[in-house]
């Protein structure tokens, strides 16, 4: 399977711990992102690297949350102190750049970590 | 600002028939595309569709058709010949274009579809 692939898929984790969550894109694809959803909402960005460099980053990313691409593969997105507030599930997606457009660019999501917090 | 409307919380459809999903978009650009996800209950979002603003036909893939109304703001996800496996959460989605480095996508609430037997 060529697919985006996300580890771990369940994460169960106490307050105030620290957690992180690996993404590996489709190999050929040098956009990837990450988004949150919670329950019954549509999924929000949260951030986008471009090969190593992190482009973007949303409000909603606080000062406790980091997200790695370091060799423009696979990234790393860490929560400090976890907070019963994060409690989502965190999607991954990657990109190339559309064929003869740029508009295309399809992104392809991973199958997502779902973390809770007690 | 950017925003995505689907006004369907959840949607019936009978086995082998069709449906219509509702997506309104507010986008004061030009360039934009649109895009419809599939997220069934195991949690992956897997693409289905997409359209953008300067095509001039309307998106089709398979069973499913996008039905693009410009200048309604209006990009409608049409499922011919429901199948019992199409029961899943639908999102509408949207990219602008203006900025070069801005890709993320922004996405509306969602629609539950249950397709019946």
């Known amino acids: 399977d060529t697919g985006v692939s996300q580890d771990p898929r369940h994460k169960i984790t106490k307050r105030g711990q620290n957690v992180t969550f690996r993404c590996d894109p489709i190999?050929?694809?040098?956009?990837l992102y990450w988004y949150r959803q919670t329950l019954g909402q549509g999924p929000e960005f949260l951030t986008y690297f471009q090969n190593e460099a992190q482009l973007e980053k949303s409000r909603l990313l606080s000062d406790r949350f980091s997200a790695e691409r370091p060799k423009g593969s696979f990234s790393t997105l860490e929560i400090q102190r976890t907070e019963q507030g994060d409690s989502a599930m965190y999607l991954c997606?990657?990109?190339?750049?559309?064929?003869?457009?740029?508009?295309?660019?399809?992104?392809?999501f991973g199958p997502g970590t779902r973390l809770t917090v007690l | 600002a950017q925003k995505i409307t689907q006004t369907q919380p959840g949607m019936f459809v009978q086995e082998k028939e069709a449906v219509t999903l509702d997506c309104t978009y507010d986008?004061?650009?030009?360039?934009?595309?649109l895009f419809w996800y599939k997220q069934p209950s195991s949690g992956e979002m897997i693409f289905l569709i997409y359209q953008g603003s300067y095509d001039e036909q309307n998106a089709t893939e398979g069973r499913y058709s996008l039905n693009f109304q410009k200048a309604r703001k209006s990009a409608n996800l049409v499922i011919s010949a429901s199948q019992l496996g199409d029961s899943a959460m639908y999102f509408c989605a949207m990219r602008e274009v203006w900025m070069d480095s801005s890709y993320k996508l922004i996405f509306g609430s969602g629609t539950r579809l249950l397709v019946r037997p």
């Open positions: 986008t004061s650009d030009q360039s934009y595309g």
């Open positions: 190999s050929e694809h040098n956009r």
């Open positions: 997606a990657s990109s190339s750049p559309g064929q003869g457009s740029r508009i295309a660019d399809t992104q392809y």
